[in-house]
């Protein structure tokens, strides 16, 4: 197709694509919005340092490598259960589990605990509580070592939530497009069926490809 015949198309037909892509953002924003009022998920997060007593290349190399250990210890069933005693709540370990991520960072030595909750507050308390069950751990492990040879770990900072889901921005924003990519397929369908049918001079000039000579007027009433 050339330029004009695209630009006849979106003058024409335009209007589809824009009427959709509007009422796909508004239903996108709708829903996030009632989702986020009656089943809001919340995400904390917080950060663990875990730092060698001694800076030496070869202490440091052996935290990145326990970090791995650190991360298997802290994701169990057997702390989670520590987790829920704790704080009292009502779930089993495996459904706590699946609510919680546990990674490392091996280029700052960091952990990082991140919890899915319902309740903003509790997620923090979830996280806060993970933490401290390592770094007493920690605490107790080091005893039995010498002080030059200990792997001390601190919370870097209080875990803070954010609304995690639903994403209004991004479904309000992915719900516009969607309907602007229906709306394209419905305006490519209708100039499919179209393409035979021949309704002006224009239409003869550019299918044809031959010169009009002349034209029957319309009848007069």
């Given amino acids: 197709m050339q330029l004009q015949t695209y630009a006849r198309i979106l003058w024409r037909r335009g209007w589809i694509m824009l ?7 508004v239903a996108a924003f709708a829903f996030s919005a009632i ?15 875990v730092q060698p007593a001694r800076t030496d290349f070869g202490q440091a190399q052996a935290a ?3 970090l791995r250990s650190y991360v298997a210890w802290m994701d169990s069933n057997y702390r989670a259960a520590d987790v829920i ?3 009292q709540l009502d779930m ?14 091996d280029s700052r030595l960091v952990i990082q605990i991140d919890v ?4 903003g507050d509790v997620a923090n308390d979830i996280a806060r509580t993970w933490a401290d069950l390592f770094i007493q751990w920690r605490n107790e492990e080091n005893q039995k070592v010498r002080r030059e040879d200990r792997i001390d770990a601190q919370i870097i900072d209080d875990p803070r939530y ?11 924003a992915a719900g516009g497009i969607l309907g602007f990519l229906v709306g394209m397929g419905i305006v490519f369908v209708l ?3 179209e393409s035979g049918v021949i309704r002006s001079r224009e239409d003869v000039d550019r299918f044809l490809a031959m010169p009009v000579l002349g034209a029957i007027p319309p009848a007069e009433h």
């Fill in 19 to 25: 009427a959709l892509a509007v009422i796909a953002a």
């Fill in 35 to 49: 989702k986020e009022e009656r089943d809001p998920v919340y995400k904390s997060t917080i950060l663990i340092l």
């Fill in 162 to 172: 954010v609304l995690d889901r639903p994403n209004t921005k991004i479904n309000t």
């Fill in 85 to 87: 005693d704790v704080l």
């Fill in 116 to 119: 899915e909750n319902g309740n």
């Fill in 191 to 193: 100039e499919y069926l």
């Fill in 64 to 66: 990145k490598t326990l």
């Fill in 92 to 105: 089993l370990p495996e459904e706590l589990r699946s609510d919680v991520t546990i990674a490392s960072d």
